[in-house]
DNA sequence: ACAGTTAACTTGCAAATTGCAAGTTAAAAT
DNA sequence: ATTTTAACTTGCAATTTGCAAGTTAACTGT
């Protein structure tokens, strides 16, 4: 029952009021382009995120409907994270990151991404997309 | 002479640890698509940001060659600030978060930019590219 | 020339958020 | 029956944010 307070009516603002901060958007990260989908997973990135912010990230971007959170299959003690329709539609935003990012700042891009991104951004942002919504 | 920790090499996340807060791209925003430039303008948007917070992060986004502070033509005690050519490669993820906030959230979008958008997406970028262009 | 105003910050401090380490709980494996 | 795995929760110090007030320099009007 997290529920965020709206700064304003603009829509650059009320999606920073979910999304701007440096977390969430890692998250979504994960889940779209390495497949990630459990507590477990999402702690083993690089970037070293906090026990309690993930949970707490969790809990906002659920309560949002961006994603949806299930008993694993293969364990009850096990939680899966899924990308809902409202979450998948925020590819093109990491895909938009993922661009200036390469373009400005001196990063590393996975090769499997980067290879996705030589037949364009429209692309690349359709085949994440269809990809995420097959593991639904 | 503020430096940022780069978490990772990531470029999602290294974009988000210049842009990954609640009011970055606001300021951008201002500077896109309402035209403002001075540090006046940026205090009275509707979010209503400190001025503390304001002055960090133009400093911030000044430092990170974003953006470019100049003596104002009219008075030698304003400033004006304009995007350099990073900054105007900003206005994809703006635009990119527009539609995604207007999509899922109740917002109101400026009656100019929805016109805009329904030209499309990539027209509405260009557009707003070559408008801040112009102003340099 | 002087007084008030405008513009852009800066400072101090309370409140909220973050980050770290350790602890808890329930289910699964050994 | 004991250990391990997975997902959190808790406590607390450190950092960041938000608010109000103060400062500085340049302009504006009289």
């Not at 009320?14 to 459990?38: C, E, P």
């Not at 809902?84 to 001196?106: A, R, S």
């Amino acid at each position: 029952m997290k529920e965020l307070k709206q700064r304003s009516t603009c829509p650059i603002s009320t999606s920073l009021d979910v999304l701007g901060d440096k977390w969430t958007l890692l998250i979504l990260r994960d889940m779209v382009f390495a497949g990630k989908s459990t507590y477990g997973q999402f702690l083993q990135s690089a970037e070293k995120i906090a026990t309690n912010i993930l949970a707490d990230r969790l809990a906002i971007l659920e309560s949002q409907g961006i994603i949806t959170k299930a008993v694993a299959a293969d364990k009850k003690s096990k939680f899966t994270y899924r990308l809902t329709e409202k979450g998948v539609d925020i590819v093109p935003i990491l895909v938009t990151l993922v661009l200036w990012g390469t373009k400005y700042c001196p990063t590393v891009v996975d090769p499997g991404l980067l290879e996705e991104l030589q037949g364009g951004k429209d692309a690349a942002i359709e085949k994440y997309q269809r990809l995420a919504r097959e593991k639904q």
